[in-house]
């Protein structure tokens, strides 16, 4: 296919390919893993793969998808995450945005009247899709470490408790990796008889390890999550974006349609949908299993007390939340943004610690940390 390219053209394939081995080395600042290998996939290139529909339904005429696979990736994200074994549904999205959307829309659908508490350090999708899906909403305050605040959210939904109450939860916020805690939640519900309740978990980066944690996060269906999102390109690694929504089978069912087209089930929020997503997660999980997760979490952690001491002793003052893989440092300035990739907001930059980074890359960045320049960022702030 490519004997027409022009010899520009190649050249141009060949410079990202240059430009992106070396942009690699200085990946810091963003909640994605990059120590993945899926060669054995690649021969899966050639084939016009769709998993349209839904792939627990046993039909459909489109017969060139990975529905299986993608069966397999959800039951395992539905046991990892302790959905009940027989009420459980999902679908392999394109990244957790979508996750929170078709988590929004399910919730719509069982509340329509509902009114969305997220905090202000939910994820830009949340505002996004409530504003999609024109529901009505109320934003809570966050405590010092990102963490929602229960006393702000209790007030907000004291003032509107007629109204029916959808959730969102974050367990690990996009800046400070902050994890609201939904037996917490729960208790303020049931003190003020809120029956009416869908609790979101928006679970992007931390889903895939937080059950690996001590203690536990409270955010799993059996500690009351409606449903979960996990994002399959963060701390599992891919190189498309994807990510795993689980919900409960019961209310999913209220929502979903047959469309005669496909013979199928129109249950998710894309109509044509990435078949090759599925299988680099499905390839994941049998290579990774539940125990590789776990260990690629102790390695992160150790990573991470590697870090935070090494800047502290070059008198960084660098901080994270307890059992986080992520270190705030003051905000940088623009150079070694740009340089270290370093997502910045208000007062911080952030250092994600996920599989790929080495100890190399920690201590290249802290001498460039120690530069002047840094410095005077410091003072300027
Ligand atoms: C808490 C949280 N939710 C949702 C998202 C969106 O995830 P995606 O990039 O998979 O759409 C992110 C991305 O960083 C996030 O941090």
Redesign the pocket.
Same mark, same amino acid.
């Given at each position: 296919m490519n004997k027409n390219l022009l010899p520009e053209d190649k050249k141009k394939i060949d410079q990202l390919e240059s430009y992106l081995d070396e942009k690699i080395n200085y990946f810091l600042g963003y &909640?994605v893993a990059f120590d993945f290998d899926y060669s054995p996939l690649y021969k899966f290139l050639k084939f016009p793969i769709n998993n349209a529909g839904d792939s627990f339904y046993h039909g459909g005429s489109y017969h060139m998808n990975t529905h299986s696979f993608e069966r397999e990736v959800v039951c395992f994200f539905a046991d990892l995450l302790k959905a009940p074994e027989n009420n459980y549904w999902g679908y392999v999205t394109n990244? !957790? !945005?979508e996750g /929170?959307l078709y988590a929004l829309y399910l919730a719509k659908r069982l509340y329509p009247k509902g009114i969305v508490y997220f905090s202000e350090e939910a %994820?830009y !999708?949340i505002e996004k899709n409530i504003d999609i899906l024109g529901l009505q909403y109320q934003k809570i305050k966050t405590q010092i470490t990102g963490e929602i605040d229960y006393s702000d959210l209790e007030k907000k939904i004291l003032i509107n408790a007629e109204h029916p109450v959808i959730m969102v939860a /974050?367990i @690990? *916020? *996009?800046l400070k990796e902050a994890r609201d805690d939904i037996q917490k939640i729960q208790h303020i519900l049931d003190k003020l008889n809120i029956k009416k309740r869908y609790i979101h978990c928006?679970a992007?980066?931390c889903g895939a390890y937080a059950q690996f944690l001590t203690p536990k996060p409270y955010f799993d269906f059996s500690e009351g999550a409606d449903s979960i999102i996990v !994002?399959g %390109?963060k701390f599992i690694g891919s190189p498309i &974006?994807c @990510?795993v929504v689980i919900v409960l089978k019961h209310n999913k069912e209220k929502v979903s349609s047959y469309v005669d087209v496909l013979d199928s089930l129109d249950d998710t929020i894309t109509g044509s949908r990435n078949a090759i997503t599925p299988l680099l997660l499905w390839y994941s999980i049998k290579y990774l299993g539940a125990e590789g997760l776990r260990n690629r979490l102790e390695e992160c952690l150790t990573l991470t007390a590697y870090a935070l001491t090494k800047m502290k002793d070059f008198g960084i003052d660098a901080w994270q939340n307890p059992n986080s893989l992520t270190i705030l440092i003051p905000r940088v300035n623009k150079e070694l943004q740009y340089k270290w990739q370093l997502a910045t907001h208000g007062k911080f930059s952030h250092i994600i610690i996920r599989p790929g980074i080495t100890k190399k890359m920690i201590e290249h960045l802290i001498q460039d940390l120690k530069e002047e320049s840094y410095s005077n960022a410091q003072k300027e702030i």
């Amino acid at each position: 296919m490519n004997k027409n390219l022009l010899p520009e053209d190649k050249k141009k394939i060949d410079q990202l390919e240059s430009y992106l081995d070396e942009k690699i080395n200085y990946f810091l600042g963003y &909640p994605v893993a990059f120590d993945f290998d899926y060669s054995p996939l690649y021969k899966f290139l050639k084939f016009p793969i769709n998993n349209a529909g839904d792939s627990f339904y046993h039909g459909g005429s489109y017969h060139m998808n990975t529905h299986s696979f993608e069966r397999e990736v959800v039951c395992f994200f539905a046991d990892l995450l302790k959905a009940p074994e027989n009420n459980y549904w999902g679908y392999v999205t394109n990244g !957790s !945005s979508e996750g /929170n959307l078709y988590a929004l829309y399910l919730a719509k659908r069982l509340y329509p009247k509902g009114i969305v508490y997220f905090s202000e350090e939910a %994820h830009y !999708s949340i505002e996004k899709n409530i504003d999609i899906l024109g529901l009505q909403y109320q934003k809570i305050k966050t405590q010092i470490t990102g963490e929602i605040d229960y006393s702000d959210l209790e007030k907000k939904i004291l003032i509107n408790a007629e109204h029916p109450v959808i959730m969102v939860a /974050n367990i @690990g *916020t *996009t800046l400070k990796e902050a994890r609201d805690d939904i037996q917490k939640i729960q208790h303020i519900l049931d003190k003020l008889n809120i029956k009416k309740r869908y609790i979101h978990c928006d679970a992007a980066f931390c889903g895939a390890y937080a059950q690996f944690l001590t203690p536990k996060p409270y955010f799993d269906f059996s500690e009351g999550a409606d449903s979960i999102i996990v !994002s399959g %390109h963060k701390f599992i690694g891919s190189p498309i &974006p994807c @990510g795993v929504v689980i919900v409960l089978k019961h209310n999913k069912e209220k929502v979903s349609s047959y469309v005669d087209v496909l013979d199928s089930l129109d249950d998710t929020i894309t109509g044509s949908r990435n078949a090759i997503t599925p299988l680099l997660l499905w390839y994941s999980i049998k290579y990774l299993g539940a125990e590789g997760l776990r260990n690629r979490l102790e390695e992160c952690l150790t990573l991470t007390a590697y870090a935070l001491t090494k800047m502290k002793d070059f008198g960084i003052d660098a901080w994270q939340n307890p059992n986080s893989l992520t270190i705030l440092i003051p905000r940088v300035n623009k150079e070694l943004q740009y340089k270290w990739q370093l997502a910045t907001h208000g007062k911080f930059s952030h250092i994600i610690i996920r599989p790929g980074i080495t100890k190399k890359m920690i201590e290249h960045l802290i001498q460039d940390l120690k530069e002047e320049s840094y410095s005077n960022a410091q003072k300027e702030i």
